[in-house]
């Protein structure tokens, strides 16, 4: 069945709900707006309440969630979200207070704040921490803007920051943003950084360098020592991309790594939902050196007081603020209830366990899949779909031949440097037997490339909406729904 369009369910005269006679003086709104941001014709659908309901309810199954089935996006870490975090993210002392409120009737909220930071220091082994940033992204720029502030209070003239050709999009974006120009960096036969490349590459133009560790093909940089050093020797920042730190919780810390600035994805490795817009929480963390160029305000504790915490405005180095107020706060609780509930042992056995489905995966699909990089993965690994290209069939249509098995396809066509790339990421919460329904499909999605191509070629067949033609969706974009549309 079509799920109609709530403006094709519509009827004249049908209401869904009714208010009070107005007991207040009337005015028109011609006489509030002005006339240009007035419409003729509102054209709201007339609909019933139940209708309504049921409309929305029926969209709400056709969608994919983690709640549904598996996720394994690659380097998104679309793990399960406990719904005690939510149950607590509701409660009323958290939910109905408001950031202008005095300090000291925010109190329980500020704790919070506080000691999910000192967490986030320990699993992370920096000296400070904001919990500012919305996103990841955002978290990027503003490790790269406190970059740019230390790089300046020691009168150093830098231009350009180095970048592996295996990065997330968004880090040569956020160089950009803050003032910098990208430099891609080669990665080796291994899928690791180029050490002898990095080496030629950085210079006292150099300010930073970003790398993912794990990297986005899962692998672990086992060269990060002589990394950390070819990039100190010339005063720039190690920055590490914190989107796959679910792979290292409780075994290793960046900091320990000889990384200046961590930033941390608390909607990815903590647990909190997101996906569709957000919202998201990308809090960053330095070492000590750096701490003075954080955005304010951070907050503290008082020592002459056992439990009094505060905002501290007083950082004159400060780069300011990234965000109004201070950071996505129910997000955070979200996290917070996650790290508690974990505790220090969870969390290691929450890296533990993603490490080993992801190898699970691995181990059970390489010989049906072309494997770019044959050793042990990470948290997630890359496979190659150049084998049923050969056929034919390309990774897309893989991706979209998963679909009517129900699951939601793996990363495609990323990281760019392997070709027919899919991205995997089964993350921790997954059970033996969902792998192996995933594995299951894959295999059968292989063989059919093989003996019956055009099965898969033309995928999916049993989805609400089948094989669109996606050029022309993405050169002639139209959202408003029309009578006329066909």
Same mark, same amino acid.
């Given at each position: 069945?079509?799920?109609?369009?709530?403006? %094709?369910?519509?009827?004249?005269?049908?209401?869904?709900?009714?208010?009070?006679?107005?007991?207040?003086?009337?005015?028109?709104?011609?006489?509030?707006?002005?006339?240009?941001?007035?419409?003729? =014709?509102?054209?709201?659908?007339?609909?019933?309440?139940? /209708?309504?309901?049921?409309?929305?309810?029926?969209?709400?199954?056709?969608?994919?969630?983690?709640?549904?089935?598996?996720?394994?996006?690659?380097?998104?870490?679309?793990?399960?979200?406990?719904?005690?975090? %939510?149950? +607590?993210?509701?409660?009323?002392?958290?939910?109905?207070?408001?950031?202008?409120?005095?300090?000291?009737?925010?109190?329980?909220?500020?704790?919070?704040?506080?000691?999910?930071?000192?967490?986030?220091?320990?699993?992370?082994?920096?000296?400070?921490?904001?919990?500012?940033?919305?996103?990841?992204?955002?978290?990027?720029?503003?490790?790269?803007?406190?970059?740019?502030?230390?790089?300046?209070?020691?009168?150093?003239?830098?231009?350009?920051?180095?970048?592996? /050709?295996?990065?997330?999009?968004?880090?040569?974006?956020?160089?950009?943003?803050?003032?910098?120009?990208?430099?891609? +960096?080669?990665?080796?036969?291994?899928?690791?950084?180029?050490?002898?490349?990095?080496?030629?590459?950085?210079?006292?133009?150099?300010?930073?360098?970003?790398?993912?560790?794990?990297?986005?093909?899962?692998?672990?940089?086992?060269?990060?020592?002589?990394?950390?050093?070819?990039?100190?020797?010339?005063?720039?920042?190690?920055?590490?991309?914190?989107? =796959?730190?679910?792979?290292?919780?409780?075994?290793?810390?960046?900091?320990?790594?000889?990384?200046?600035?961590?930033?941390?994805?608390?909607?990815?490795?903590?647990?909190?939902?997101?996906?569709?817009?957000?919202?998201?929480?990308?809090?960053?963390?330095?070492?000590?050196?750096?701490?003075?160029?954080?955005?304010?305000?951070?907050?503290?504790?008082?020592?002459?007081?056992?439990?009094?915490?505060?905002?501290?405005?007083?950082? !004159?180095?400060?780069?300011?603020?990234?965000?109004?107020?201070?950071?996505?706060?129910?997000?955070?609780?979200?996290?917070?209830?996650?790290?508690?509930?974990?505790?220090?042992?969870?969390?290691?056995?929450?890296?533990?366990?993603?490490?080993?489905?992801? =190898?699970?995966?691995?181990?059970?699909?390489?010989?049906?899949?072309?494997?770019?990089?044959?050793?042990?993965?990470?948290? %997630?690994?890359?496979?190659?779909?150049?084998?049923?290209?050969?056929?034919?069939?390309?990774?897309? /249509?893989?991706?979209?031949?998963?679909?009517?098995?129900?699951?939601?396809?793996?990363?495609?066509?990323?990281?760019?440097?392997? !070709?027919?790339?899919?991205?995997?990421? @089964?993350?921790?919460?997954?059970?033996?037997?969902?792998?192996?329904?995933?594995?299951?499909?894959?295999?059968?999605?292989?063989?059919?490339?093989?003996?019956?191509?055009?099965?898969?070629?033309?995928?999916?067949?049993?989805? @609400?909406?089948?094989?669109?033609?996606?050029?022309?969706?993405?050169?002639?974009?139209?959202?408003?729904?029309?009578?006329?549309?066909?």
């Amino acid at each position: 069945m079509i799920e109609k369009l709530i403006f %094709e369910l519509s009827n004249p005269g049908r209401i869904g709900f009714s208010l009070p006679e107005i007991d207040v003086p009337q005015k028109k709104l011609s006489d509030i707006l002005p006339q240009e941001k007035l419409r003729e =014709n509102q054209n709201l659908p007339q609909i019933s309440e139940v /209708d309504v309901v049921r409309h929305f309810t029926r969209l709400s199954v056709l969608n994919h969630h983690v709640d549904k089935r598996f996720y394994p996006l690659g380097s998104c870490t679309m793990k399960y979200n406990p719904k005690l975090n %939510e149950e +607590v993210s509701r409660f009323s002392g958290f939910s109905d207070i408001h950031p202008l409120q005095p300090e000291g009737t925010v109190q329980g909220a500020l704790k919070l704040m506080y000691e999910l930071s000192e967490y986030l220091k320990e699993i992370g082994g920096v000296d400070a921490v904001t919990l500012q940033p919305s996103a990841g992204a955002q978290g990027e720029l503003t490790g790269l803007l406190i970059a740019s502030a230390y790089h300046q209070k020691k009168n150093h003239r830098r231009s350009k920051v180095l970048i592996p /050709d295996s990065a997330h999009g968004t880090n040569p974006a956020s160089v950009v943003t803050a003032g910098y120009s990208p430099v891609q +960096v080669k990665s080796d036969e291994k899928g690791l950084v180029d050490v002898e490349e990095l080496k030629k590459l950085t210079d006292q133009d150099v300010a930073a360098v970003m790398l993912t560790n794990p990297n986005t093909l899962g692998l672990f940089e086992s060269q990060i020592e002589k990394i950390e050093k070819i990039v100190h020797d010339v005063d720039a920042l190690l920055y590490m991309d914190g989107a =796959n730190l679910n792979a290292l919780m409780g075994i290793a810390r960046p900091g320990d790594m000889g990384f200046d600035i961590v930033h941390f994805n608390l909607h990815k490795t903590f647990s909190t939902p997101h996906g569709g817009g957000g919202p998201g929480s990308g809090p960053l963390g330095v070492k000590k050196h750096l701490a003075p160029f954080l955005p304010v305000p951070l907050v503290e504790k008082k020592k002459d007081q056992k439990e009094s915490y505060f905002l501290n405005y007083g950082l !004159p180095d400060s780069i300011g603020k990234m965000l109004t107020f201070y950071g996505n706060f129910g997000v955070m609780v979200k996290a917070y209830a996650y790290i508690r509930s974990c505790g220090a042992s969870g969390l290691k056995n929450v890296s533990e366990s993603a490490v080993l489905n992801a =190898n699970y995966l691995m181990a059970s699909l390489g010989d049906y899949f072309d494997l770019p990089y044959k050793s042990f993965c990470m948290h %997630e690994f890359v496979l190659s779909g150049t084998k049923q290209k050969k056929r034919g069939v390309k990774t897309l /249509d893989i991706a979209k031949r998963l679909l009517d098995f129900g699951l939601h396809p793996p990363t495609i066509y990323f990281p760019l440097i392997v !070709p027919e790339a899919l991205m995997i990421e @089964p993350t921790e919460s997954e059970s033996r037997e969902s792998l192996d329904e995933f594995v299951s499909c894959m295999i059968k999605i292989a063989k059919e490339a093989e003996e019956n191509p055009e099965i898969v070629k033309s995928a999916p067949h049993n989805t @609400p909406v089948l094989r669109l033609d996606e050029v022309k969706a993405s050169r002639e974009l139209n959202v408003r729904w029309s009578k006329n549309v066909k």
